[in-house]
C-alpha cells in the first residue's frame, strides 16, 4: 500500500501562482512515477502532469505545457507542482496518484491516489 498526502491548495487570482506538495510513505519502492490529475466540477478527471522517480521522464497536458512544472525530492518522496499564471480555467480539485509506469498519461495506470485538495482561480 502507498498512502499519498496533498497540500498546497488554496484560492488564488487569475495569473498568480501555487505549489502543491505530495508526500507518499509505505511501498513507495513499488512505483515508478507519481502524476497530477484534476477535476473540475461537471468534468472528467483530466490527466496534468507526471514525473518518474528516476527523473528521466516528464509529461505534461498540452493545457499546462510552459505554466505548470513539476519536480521530486527522492529522498523524502514528494513531489511538487508549481503552477505558474494560473486560469479560471485551472479551477479544479487536483489528485496525486502513484503509477507502476514512468510514462503514463491514463488514470487506469495510477494506482493510488490522494484526498484531492482544492485549487480555485479568481478572474
Known amino acids: 500500500q502507498v498512502q499519498l498526502e496533498e497540500s498546497g491548495g488554496g484560492w488564488v487570482q487569475a495569473g498568480g501562482s501555487l505549489r502543491l506538495s505530495c508526500a507518499a510513505s509505505?511501498?513507495?519502492?513499488?512505483?515508478?512515477?507519481m502524476g497530477w490529475f484534476r477535476q473540475a466540477p461537471g468534468k472528467e478527471r483530466e490527466f496534468v502532469i507526471s514525473?518518474?522517480?528516476?527523473?528521466?521522464?516528464?509529461n505534461y497536458s498540452d493545457s499546462v505545457k510552459g505554466r505548470f512544472t513539476i519536480s521530486r525530492d527522492n529522498a523524502k518522496h514528494t513531489v511538487y507542482l508549481q503552477m505558474n499564471s494560473l486560469k479560471p480555467e485551472d479551477t479544479a480539485v487536483y489528485y496525486c496518484?502513484?503509477?507502476?509506469?514512468?510514462?503514463?498519461?491514463?488514470?487506469?495506470?495510477?494506482?493510488?491516489w490522494g484526498q484531492g485538495t482544492q485549487v480555485t482561480v479568481s478572474s
Open positions: 496518484a502513484t503509477s507502476r509506469y514512468s510514462d503514463s498519461y491514463y488514470s487506469y495506470d495510477y494506482d493510488y
Open positions: 509505505g511501498r513507495t519502492l513499488s512505483t515508478a512515477a
Open positions: 514525473v518518474s522517480w528516476s527523473g528521466g521522464v516528464t
